[in-house]
């Protein structure tokens, strides 16, 4: 094995990848310009959805169409609430609820008035989709109107029977927030970051790993370059440093385009977020140091393993059928996970690969740092890297995969 | 220059080369002339050190193959047939390079060499554009360069006319005669009767793995009653029986 060949090869391939328009476009361009499209459109679909939510449309029927009750709701009940805005009268509450003319019709027992003179409930039947997301998100609006009113009405009878309002409330509920003050409020930061990361860090080098080995193999120019004085081992090592190198490259590409996204619509990451504020990241050095090793290793385990399978493909097709297969495996752990917080890693996960690097970035972002299971992270995926390397020394040193025709 | 003694390859059941000797001098062109699936190619394999030799050794350029492999790689050039095996993101001078730098040529004289090869070969216009546009005839004399950029004291010609036109295989036969005319000894593999018999000093004929004659053609002649090359093949290699 020579350093010197090794870089030669590293050299060679990453000024060929370069060249590559279809590489450079998959790799690079792509995440750059559609990641922020995505984020925009996702971000701003959501802020429309929260917006649709808030405005609430209420329809009355028929038979509630009478000035007492319109003044009840109106008024007594949603005055309030700005964003709720009546609109008409309808004979056929269904058809108007499905017909998505309204979100809400209401009923309101025609003799409300007397009942409520009496001190007898009286009642309101509102016709909702619960099947739509929106009339669904806004019923709680709606209830929520509505008990605040009742609440009214009982607190004035107590009132009048000069009753202390305090005996509604033997019981009040005194929150207190236990939660570390380095726990950051990023749920969204901390589910899409750590999925996305690994899972592009685990593919990214895929184009990379089909084209130099299976590809070479293919364009014919693999034998010619194993009849040099470079050895096998270093060959390998400059090829497997290039798919390591692009591993990251398209992952970088992937963030950059996630954060283009998110500048140009910050409501994506917030949406998810207590009060809508992006939390303070606070990664102490060393959790972020070892982060990015575990990261790294990650990367350098995919690799091998790439160029393990492409060295087995008899051409670059059988490579690329290959390795789809490795982008559902590495898919799985990233969306199992995905909506784990901090507080919900388990110490198994630290040992798994892919799992190892989802939990110690979720973990940094979350801020609730467990230097231990770090170091487990690191060391297992290290042994990981060895295990992984050997396997595609071994590979690439067997006569009956290399020349398989 | 190169001598092989028993030369064995197994493929599992199948043996693919079996105890195959032969000697090339120096200046020699040896043409190894066998059916598809003979053990030619196995054979170039073995002596450029892809394949590890089942049983038996050679010795190429003074070192042993099994155990000094790096050492034979630097003697050996290798051209195969069919496509050029050129980098098409690479300028031809880049691909000529890479494969110097692979065979420890020191910076300084591998420029010189590939000033002097773009001159031997012509390549002046296009020797810094990149391989992916070249014609076939273009590519063909980037890969003859290529091959013999570190100068080596070996040439292997695998199959080299394999799906070429008339003016590239008269391209391919020059460049061969010339690696004799500079000393080279030479092992062409070939399935064409009228290629070996036009370009080899000596022929060896592999059939199923094993040597089943070799010397000159007029020697092949003389032991086969003066019929033509194509019978003696016929006769000796059982017609691909």
Redesign the interface.
């Known amino acids: 094995m020579s350093i010197k060949h090794i870089w030669i090869v590293f050299k060679k391939e990453v000024r060929d990848i370069i060249r590559d328009k279809r590489t450079l476009i998959t790799n690079l361009l792509i995440p750059i310009i559609l990641m922020p499209i995505l984020v925009y459109f996702m971000g701003g679909g959501m802020e429309k959805m929260e917006k649709d939510i808030e405005n609430v449309t209420i329809a009355l029927t028929e038979k509630s169409d009478t000035a007492e009750i319109r003044s009840l709701l109106e008024q007594n009940i949603f005055g309030d609430y700005p964003n709720v805005s009546f609109n008409g009268v309808v004979a056929d509450p269904t058809a108007a609820i499905q017909d998505d003319v309204v979100r809400f019709v209401l009923d309101v027992e025609e003799d409300f008035a007397a009942k409520l003179g009496e001190g007898t409930p009286y009642k309101i039947f509102v016709h909702y989709d619960e099947t739509d997301t929106k009339s669904l998100s806004s019923y709680g609006i709606l209830t929520q109107a509505i008990q605040e009113y009742s609440q009214k009405q009982v607190e004035q009878r107590l009132i009048d029977m000069n009753i202390d309002l305090q005996i509604l409330q033997p019981v009040s509920i005194v929150p207190i927030n236990e939660a570390d003050e380095n726990a950051g409020g990023n749920f969204m930061l901390m589910m899409i970051v750590p999925m996305l990361a690994s899972i592009l860090i685990a593919v990214g080098g895929i184009p990379a790993a089909t084209d130099l080995v299976a590809g070479e193999k293919e364009r014919a120019t693999f034998e010619p370059l194993l009849t040099t004085q470079a050895g096998r081992m270093s060959i390998l090592l400059g090829k497997y440093m290039t798919v390591t190198m692009f591993s990251f490259v398209s992952v970088i590409a992937q963030l950059i385009g996630l954060l283009i996204g998110g500048l140009m619509s910050p409501s994506f990451f917030t949406m998810t977020s207590p009060g809508g504020q992006i939390g303070n990241f606070n990664i102490p050095i060393g959790a972020l140091l070892l982060t990015i090793l575990i990261l790294v290793t990650l990367g350098m385990v995919f690799a091998a393993v790439e160029l393990g399978i492409s060295t087995y493909a008899r051409s670059f097709k059988e490579a690329q059928t290959y390795l789809s297969f490795l982008t559902i495996i590495a898919m799985v752990p990233g969306y199992a996970t995905m909506m784990l917080q901090p507080d919900d890693l388990q110490l198994y996960m630290f040992f798994i690969p892919l799992l190892n690097a989802i939990a110690a970035l979720k973990m940094s972002l979350g801020g609730l740092i467990n230097y231990t299971y770090l170091g487990i992270a690191l060391g297992t995926s290290m042994l990981y890297v060895i295990l992984s390397l050997t396997a595609a020394a071994w590979m690439f040193n067997q006569e009956k995969y290399l020349f398989r025709s | 220059m190169i001598e092989t003694k028993n030369l064995t390859k197994h493929?599992g059941e199948v043996v693919a080369v079996d105890n195959l000797s032969l000697h090339v001098n120096r200046g020699e062109i040896y043409g190894l002339l066998g059916e598809n699936g003979a053990g030619k190619t196995t054979t170039l394999?073995m002596l450029?050190?892809?394949?590890?030799p089942t049983s038996g050794n050679a010795v190429l350029a003074g070192y042993d193959l099994v155990k000094n492999p790096?050492k034979v790689?630097?003697s050996?050039?290798?051209l195969?047939g069919?496509?050029?095996?050129?980098?098409?993101?690479?300028t031809a001078a880049?691909n000529i390079a890479?494969?110097g730098?692979?065979?420890?040529m020191s910076e300084l004289l591998l420029q010189d060499r590939i000033r002097e090869l773009t001159e031997v070969f012509g390549m002046e216009e296009y020797i810094k554009r990149?391989a992916g546009k070249f014609s076939k005839g273009m590519k063909q004399k980037a890969a003859f360069a290529?091959?013999i950029v570190h100068n080596p004291d070996i040439m292997l010609f695998d199959e080299p006319t394999s799906g070429l036109d008339v003016s590239a295989i008269r391209n391919v036969h020059e460049f061969i005669l010339d690696c004799r005319s500079q000393g080279k000894s030479i092992i062409l593999s070939s399935h064409s009767m009228s290629e070996v018999e036009k370009l080899c000093d000596r022929i060896g004929i592999i059939h199923k793995g094993k040597l089943v004659a070799q010397g000159s053609t007029a020697q092949l002649q003389e032991q086969h009653q003066g019929k033509s090359l194509e019978d003696i093949f016929i006769e000796v290699a059982g017609g691909g029986k």
């Open positions: 493929f394999r450029a050190t892809m394949l590890q790096e790689r630097s050996i050039g290798i195969f069919g496509d050029s095996g050129l980098y098409d993101r690479l880049e890479y494969f730098r692979l065979n420890n990149r290529r091959s």
